[in-house]
C-alpha cells in the first residue's frame, strides 16, 4: 500500500526512479497536476500506450515513456479496469474489479479536501463490488479542524 505522510503523490512515485530522470518529470509536468494529487493520479492512470499513433505528438509519446511506469506503480498488478469514484466529501479511483483481480484485491484512492489521499485496499476471497459500494457511501471523513 502506498504511505504519503502528507506528502505529495508525485514525490512518492519519482522516489522509485534515479535523480536525473526525477527531475526531468518533475520540469515536464504542469505545475498545477504536480501540485494536485487528484489530477496527477488521474492523469497517469489514464495513460495508455495504445492509444499512440505513427502521427502522435512528441509530448503524447514523451508522456507515454516518462509516466507509463509511474502507473506500473500505482496499479501495482491489481488489473487494468479502473473506475472514477465521486461524492459529496471526496473524489477517487477504484483499482480493478474484484471478479477479475489477483487474490480478489482491489485498490481505492480516494481524495479528500485539501490534498488529502487515502489508499484502501480491499481484499476477500468472495467480496463483491456492492460491498465495495456500500463501504464507498458510508465513508466520511474529518479534516484537521473536525479533530478537536
Do not use: C, W
Not at 512518492?12 to 526512479?17: M, T
Not at 526531468?24 to 509536468?29: A, D, E, G, T, Y
Not at 502521427?55 to 516518462?66: G, L
Amino acid at each position: 500500500m502506498i504511505d504519503l505522510n502528507n506528502s505529495l503523490l508525485i514525490d512518492y512515485l519519482i522516489g522509485h526512479v534515479n535523480q536525473k530522470d526525477r527531475e526531468k518529470i518533475k520540469n515536464i509536468l504542469v505545475e498545477d497536476i504536480y501540485r494536485n494529487n487528484y489530477k496527477l493520479a488521474k492523469f497517469i492512470l489514464y495513460l495508455d500506450p495504445n492509444r499512440l499513433q505513427l502521427f502522435s505528438s512528441q509530448d503524447e509519446v514523451r508522456d507515454q515513456i516518462m509516466y507509463t511506469p509511474l502507473k506500473a506503480l500505482l496499479i501495482q498488478g491489481r488489473g487494468e479496469k479502473i473506475y472514477e469514484l465521486k461524492n459529496l466529501s471526496f473524489r477517487g479511483f477504484q483499482i480493478g474489479n474484484p471478479k477479475k483481480s489477483n487474490n480478489s484485491i482491489v485498490q481505492l484512492l480516494i481524495f479528500g479536501e485539501n490534498n488529502r489521499q487515502y489508499n484502501f485496499l480491499v481484499s476477500g476471497k468472495n467480496i463483491s463490488q456492492e460491498e465495495i459500494d456500500f463501504m464507498l457511501q458510508s465513508m466520511q471523513f474529518m479534516g484537521p479542524s473536525d479533530n478537536g
